[in-house]
């Protein structure tokens, strides 16, 4: 069996084909994965864009939150102080008046009483008007000086006034006032001890010229009998209620 040869200038022709056609494939493919490229190049730029604008958004709002927090905080704080303000004004204002009756310093000179015969009462009890107020208590009821002062008289006869008022004691008092506590059982103090308001300088009785168990009190502008004011007007004035 004969070989059939190709001729030379039909191989080289086809050689030169073959070659054209490889390069032009290969071409292609290059232009298509170049096509590729730039169409994938803006979508990735697209998206990084829209995560960094996420990110900023996020941020923002997370600023705003924390804004808002800040902004909450300082008025819950404002409010707070406002009501420690108002609460310390109130507290002030209470303590006023608290610290003006302890100024004064006038108490009521029994705690429990029924009030009996008043101030320039008049009737045959007395050689003149009543110079005092009674107060209507039990024997052994607890007296207190209606206010700060010294003891200036305190015993029987009166502390010197007279029998009438039986066991008596006499307060001087800072304001240049004295009050009187008379018809005792029993004296506590001593002349020329101090006394604070409040104090217990005796018990009440029924000595002297009494008709029944009482505590007579008087207001005085000076130590002696016949120099009485007023007590429940004196008293009131210094805001002690009765």
Do not use: C
């Amino acid at each position: 069996m004969s070989k059939r040869v190709m001729n030379p200038a039909v191989r080289t022709a086809a050689v030169a084909l073959a070659t054209a056609g490889l390069g032009a494939t290969l071409a292609a493919g290059a232009g298509s994965a170049f096509a590729a490229e730039s169409k994938a190049a803006p979508v990735a730029t697209t998206a990084a864009a829209a995560v960094k604008a996420q990110a900023e958004a996020q941020a923002k709002a997370a600023a705003q939150v924390k804004a808002a927090h800040a902004q909450a905080a300082k008025a819950k704080a404002a409010k707070a102080a406002q009501a420690a303000q108002v609460k310390a004004a109130a507290k002030k204002a209470a303590a006023k008046p608290a610290a003006a009756k302890k100024a004064r310093g006038w108490v009521k000179p029994v705690t429990s009483y029924a009030l009996s015969a008043s101030y320039n009462q008049g009737g045959a009890m007395w050689a003149h008007k009543h110079s005092g107020q009674d107060f209507a208590v039990p024997v052994g009821t607890p007296v207190k000086a209606a206010g700060a002062g010294t003891v200036v008289k305190a015993g029987p006869n009166g502390g010197g006034d007279g029998p009438a008022y039986g066991n008596a004691i006499v307060v001087r008092h800072g304001n240049g006032t004295y009050s009187q506590y008379a018809h005792l059982s029993k004296i506590k103090v001593h002349i020329g001890q101090k006394v604070a308001a409040g104090q217990k300088i005796a018990l009440s009785g029924n000595t002297g010229n009494s008709s029944g168990p009482h505590l007579h009190f008087e207001i005085r502008t000076t130590p002696n009998y016949g120099s009485a004011v007023n007590p429940m007007a004196f008293l009131r004035s210094h805001g002690v209620g009765i």
